[in-house]
């Protein structure tokens, strides 16, 4: 269930993801275009044991300390240390600050009598010089202090085509992988914020006693409906309980909540999917049928006045309450205003409260006037 409930987050924010991904990837590529080339070039050696040798004893005694690592180790960091590199930038003629955006490394090759060096550089020319320098004057300080192994060549370094950095390809994988988990956990945080805002905004637009929305939103989802549709056809309804007028500052709030709950109920079985409720003031509701003409309105809110005709039996004050229900309705047309169109329902709701023989009066187009409609109580 919690898992289904992720997909549905991701499927929601899909656009999220999508974005960053294109964020990540415009910034690899952007970041690859503006960096400078880096290349590098790589140099091998070899240690052996010394050709000076003169018994198989000595020989084989220089394999068996060769095998030990720390030989290696020790030739690598000859190679790295600073007095090489100082031989070399002399033997090179070049100074420190020439170098400063060249770096290189030393290593052994594992289990192997093999060293490498490699350089990183802007210059794959001056990398490939570097290196073979630094192995020079390796192999040189080695033939002056040791005569039992010797440093030479196995693979001279050539200046690099290709540079290692960047790599335009593996940077925009990388950053599509990357955009792909951060959209995807921006996605999750997203709706983790979304879902308690959007129920607080829900609540802001509900009325606390009934559940539907209160004046100030459903005004707003008429008013957004004329401007949305302004050609189309709608009908709006208040829906006084007279019945009830007397108890709403006298009664306790759980009996009243009942009330109204019983009030809604009937509203909603009443009413279709995609009409809208809300709660007009303190003892009146305020429907509103999209794409409904004021006949078929009449018809609704007539089975409105039907339903709402039946006592609601409060046992435990031992009461049966009779809502005595008038509607007043109108029916949008000629582009008036969402404000025109209330008054008009108020106008027709004044009627219905003047005649309680004629309970509901709806405004229609076809007539200027006010047209009742009278339910019909058999």
């Known amino acids: 269930m919690e898992l289904r409930l992720y997909f549905q987050m991701l499927r929601r924010g899909w656009w999220i993801i999508l974005l960053t991904m294109l964020v990540a990837l415009a910034g690899a590529l ?3 275009y503006l960096a400078t080339p880096k290349y590098q070039a790589v140099a091998r050696f070899i240690v052996s044991p010394s050709a000076d040798l003169i018994s198989r004893s000595d020989v084989v005694n220089s394999l068996d300390t060769l095998n030990n690592q720390s030989v290696m ?14 031989d070399t930038l002399a033997s090179l003629h070049l100074r420190a600050q020439d170098l400063k955006d060249y ?15 490699s350089v990183t550089g802007p210059d794959p020319q001056m990398a490939a010089n570097l290196a073979n320098a630094l192995g020079t004057e390796t192999i040189r300080f080695v033939s002056r202090l040791n005569q039992v192994f010797t440093v030479d060549f196995l693979d001279i370094a050539v200046p690099p085509v290709i540079p290692s950095s960047p790599q335009p390809a593996l940077n925009s ?18 709706e983790q914020i979304r879902l308690p805002l959007e129920v607080f905004r829900q609540r802001f637009n509900l009325d606390n006693m ?29 829906v006084e309980l007279i019945g009830i007028s007397d108890l709403v500052e006298t009664f306790p709030v759980a009996s009243l909540q009942k009330v109204f709950q019983s009030v809604t109920d009937t509203l909603h079985q009443e009413l279709r999917g995609n009409d809208i409720i809300g709660r007009w003031s303190d003892i009146s509701f ?67 409260r003047q005649k309680n023989d004629i309970p509901v009066y709806i405004w229609e187009l076809k007539s200027p006037f006010l047209t009742a409609k009278k339910a019909d109580n058999e």
């Not at 994988?173 to 997203?190: D, K, M, N, Q």
């Not at 008429?222 to 709608?234: G, H, R, S, T, W």
């Open 173 to 190: 994988s990388l950053a599509l992988v990357l955009g792909l988990i951060f959209g995807v956990v921006l996605t999750i945080l997203t």
């Open 103 to 117: 770096t290189y490394n030393a290593t052994v090759i594992s289990n192997s009598s093999v060293m490498e060096v």
């Open 73 to 86: 180790s020790t030739f690598t960091e000859v190679m790295s240390s600073d007095r090489i590199y100082s």
């Open 210 to 238: 009934t559940g539907v929305y209160n004046r100030r939103f459903f005004a707003r989802c008429v008013e957004d409906e004329l401007a949305q549709k302004p050609d189309d056809i709608l009908s709006i309804g208040i």
């Open 286 to 352: 305020i429907i509103m049928l999209p794409n409904t003409p004021g006949s078929a309105a009449t018809r609704i809110f007539e089975r409105i006045f039907q339903a709402l005709s039946q006592p609601v039996d409060l046992g435990q004050f031992d009461l049966v309450l009779n809502l005595d229900a008038h509607i007043g309705g109108a029916e949008y047309g000629n582009h008036i205003t969402a404000q025109e169109l209330f008054e008009r329902a108020n106008s027709a709701l004044e009627q219905a």
């Open 30 to 32: 952007g970041a690859s």
